[in-house]
Every structure is written in structure tokens, then in C-alpha cells.
């Protein structure tokens, strides 16, 4: 248990659905990230966010929309995705600037589209 | 980030020590290697990280060479609970600006054996 929580764990999505993944940390953390993890590839970086604020987004398409009310939480809203947008879904936070941001993973979500 | 080189695969024996070695050579005197593992369909889990000095935590030990080009992660007991695929990360410190940039390669496959 790292403290990063995610759900749903599993999604099941058609191409026309609209969805949204959560995040959630404990760690009283500042940053929150994004990553994909496509089958047989490396985590990819996605999204930034530091103090809510976006900091970096690593030109991910527009269907992937992510939003950060607070430090404590993460969403990503999914809408009109491609089969090949399946993957897992992995959510992460650090602490802020002012210390070596050792990121922590959350569990994070399958995703199919079919 | 400095990019790293990891074997893709190793095996160990249940109970041996599995030393795991990553090559960073152009490592930047500001930037720490850290070690994520991931097991099959989970979020990475931390590790360990260092600057320049051996450290040691409950999970595993990491040797850096003096001249800081190579590493090696040292799992002292090897469960088979540690198979998973570990990750070599090279990344600047604190307070370059850059908010947590994880650059995940293919890392190391450790099958650990009974």
C-alpha cells in the first residue's frame, strides 16, 4: 500500500463512451502525475501537475483530459478513445520542489477499448 | 535525464543475493540514480536511491562506482515474491526546476527461481 490509490482498478470502454479515471493520495503530496503503460513498452509520461497547477503535458492527444481540484486529487476524463488507447493507466505523486521527489505509484487502471 | 543500460533479463536462485548492474555514463554530477521495480501488472514501487555514497534500506542496497558511471542493486535474499522488472532511472536533484521527470527504459527482468 503506497499511500496512491486509483479506480476504478479495470475499464471496459466502447470508442463512443465517455469515462473518467481517479486518483487519489494520502501522502499530503504536492505533485501528481499521469503515466501509460502500453503492453511490452515503457511507462510513458502524460501528465504534470504541481500545486494544481499543469506543468507538463507531453503532447498527449485531446481525448485524454486530465484536471486536478486539489493537491489530494487526480482525474483523467476519457472521451472518444481508440482501441489502441488500451493500456494501464498508472497514477503517481511526490512531495514538492523542496525535496527529491521520490514519486509513488498508485495500483492503476486496465483499460480496453473496444 | 542521462539514459541508461540494463540486461533485459536475469535469472537468481531463491535465497541468493540477485546484484542487478546499470550502466549510466553520462550521468551529470547533479543527478541521482534511483531504482523502481514493477511486478507483473502493478504500479512501480520505489526502491532505493543514492548520489554518489553506498545506500542501504530494508528492501535492497545500491553500489555506486566511484567515478559514478555504473550502479548495481543489490537484493541480498532473493524471495520469489521479488520477480518483477526492475527499473534504472537517472534524474536530476531537487531544485533544477524539473518537477519529478521519470524516464522509464525496458529494465532489468529478474525470475527469481526456486
Same mark, same amino acid.
Given at each position: 500500500e503506497t499511500g496512491v490509490t486509483q479506480t476504478p482498478r479495470h475499464l471496459v470502454m466502447g470508442m463512443t463512451n465517455k469515462k473518467s479515471l481517479k486518483c487519489e493520495q494520502h501522502l499530503g503530496h504536492n505533485a501528481m502525475y499521469w503515466y501509460? &503503460?502500453?503492453?511490452?513498452?515503457?511507462?510513458?509520461?502524460?501528465?504534470?501537475?504541481? %500545486?494544481?497547477? &499543469?506543468?507538463?503535458?507531453?503532447?498527449?492527444?485531446? /481525448?485524454?483530459?486530465?484536471?486536478?481540484?486539489n493537491?489530494?486529487?487526480? %482525474?483523467?476524463?476519457?472521451?472518444?478513445? &481508440?482501441p489502441e488507447d488500451s493500456a494501464l493507466y498508472l497514477c503517481a505523486s511526490? &512531495?514538492? /520542489?523542496?525535496?527529491?521527489?521520490?514519486?509513488?505509484?498508485?495500483?492503476?487502471? /486496465?483499460?480496453?477499448?473496444? | 535525464d542521462a539514459k541508461t543500460t540494463q540486461p533485459p533479463s536475469m535469472d #537468481?536462485?531463491? +535465497?541468493?543475493?540477485?546484484?542487478?548492474? #546499470?550502466?549510466?555514463?553520462?550521468?551529470? +554530477?547533479?543527478e541521482y540514480v534511483y531504482w523502481y521495480r514493477q511486478i507483473h501488472s502493478q504500479g512501480p514501487q520505489y526502491i532505493i536511491h543514492g548520489l554518489k555514497n553506498n545506500e542501504t534500506n530494508e528492501m535492497a542496497s545500491l553500489i555506486i562506482t566511484e567515478d559514478r558511471?555504473?550502479?548495481?542493486?543489490?537484493?541480498?535474499?532473493?524471495?520469489?515474491?521479488?520477480?518483477?522488472?526492475?527499473?534504472c532511472i537517472v534524474r536530476v536533484a531537487h531544485g533544477s526546476g524539473n518537477t519529478g521527470k521519470l524516464i522509464f527504459g525496458q529494465g532489468t527482468t529478474l525470475q527469481v527461481k526456486p
Open positions: 501509460k &503503460q502500453s503492453a511490452k513498452k515503457p511507462l510513458e509520461l502524460m501528465f504534470v501537475y504541481n %500545486f494544481k497547477e &499543469q506543468t507538463e503535458n507531453n503532447s498527449v492527444p485531446s /481525448r485524454f483530459s486530465p484536471e486536478c481540484p493537491s489530494s486529487h487526480l %482525474f483523467l476524463h476519457l472521451h472518444t478513445l &481508440q511526490s &512531495q514538492d /520542489r523542496t525535496h527529491q521527489e521520490t514519486q509513488y505509484f498508485g495500483p492503476g487502471t /486496465r483499460l480496453l477499448v473496444l | #537468481c536462485a531463491e +535465497g541468493r543475493a540477485a546484484n542487478l548492474p #546499470c550502466n549510466h555514463s553520462t550521468i551529470s +554530477g547533479n558511471k555504473s550502479s548495481t542493486l543489490i537484493l541480498p535474499h532473493a524471495t520469489l515474491r521479488d520477480t518483477a522488472v526492475y527499473y
